[in-house]
């Protein structure tokens, strides 16, 4: 029972990008706050040129992240993806442009793209619905803010659906999964037996999602 509660405490801990529920300071932070530094954490991957530049912005995420007290295993769930994307990168930059051409292309490329959607990661893990909304609307018309949120919560609806898809792919014995990945000859398979099916309920979930806004007068508040 109380492993239990600890678990519906912390939200769905196995899920990335899932909310989870805490005191930390970066949880008791304003959601305006909160999506202000995610900019400028992102902003500041797209330009970081150097290695030193990489370093320091990963350092400032890293802490940033952990000072919400969110955990190693959760920061796990939410790099994997991109650690992978990041050794495909380097594989593809190395394979163009060999060895000492495509080294550091491929690194500083695959460590921007994580770098710039890592702070997103603490928004979503720290920021309630009600709350994201409300930071939203302060810095931004209400439609816009509406739409921004609306795709920042499906980061992890669509984490989530594609966890179920690679396993029920796996039990159908379809190479999918981390240790598939590395290998170019199974991305086409991964592609069809996990990007299909997660875009055909996307655009499910897109639609129904639309139907729900228009139903409950969205657009009518948007025109006047």
């Not at 040129?49 to 919400?68: F, Q």
């Not at 592609?191 to 639609?207: E, G, Q, S, W, Y």
Request: aromatic share 12%; with cysteine.
């Amino acid at each position: 029972m109380k492993k239990r509660e600890r678990t519906e405490t912390g939200g769905f801990r196995g899920n990335a990008f899932q909310y989870c529920a805490g005191d930390s300071p970066i949880h008791r932070l304003g959601a305006g706050w909160k999506i202000v530094l995610s900019l400028a954490f992102s902003a500041g991957a797209i330009a970081a040129r150097e290695p030193w530049m990489l370093l320091g912005l990963l350092a400032m995420n890293l802490a940033y992240y952990l000072s919400a007290q969110l955990g190693v295993m959760n920061l796990w769930r939410d790099i994997r993806f991109f650690l992978v994307q990041m050794a495909i990168i380097l594989v593809l930059y190395l394979i163009k442009y060999g060895v000492l051409e495509g080294l550091w292309p491929g690194l500083r490329t695959g460590c921007q793209i994580l770098l710039l959607f890592l702070p997103g990661t603490v928004l979503l893990r720290t920021t309630q619905g009600t709350q994201m909304m409300r930071g939203l609307k302060k810095i931004m018309p209400e439609r816009l803010g509406f739409l921004l949120y609306a795709s920042m919560r499906f980061v992890p609806f669509f984490a989530r659906e594609t966890r179920e898809i690679a396993m029920a792919q796996q039990l159908r014995g379809a190479p999918v999964g981390v240790r598939y990945a590395w290998k170019p000859v199974h991305w086409k398979a991964q592609f069809h037996c996990l990007m299909i099916p997660l875009m055909v309920r996307a655009l499910k979930t897109a639609r129904s999602a639309a139907l729900s806004a228009e139903a409950r007068g969205f657009e009518e508040r948007s025109r006047s």
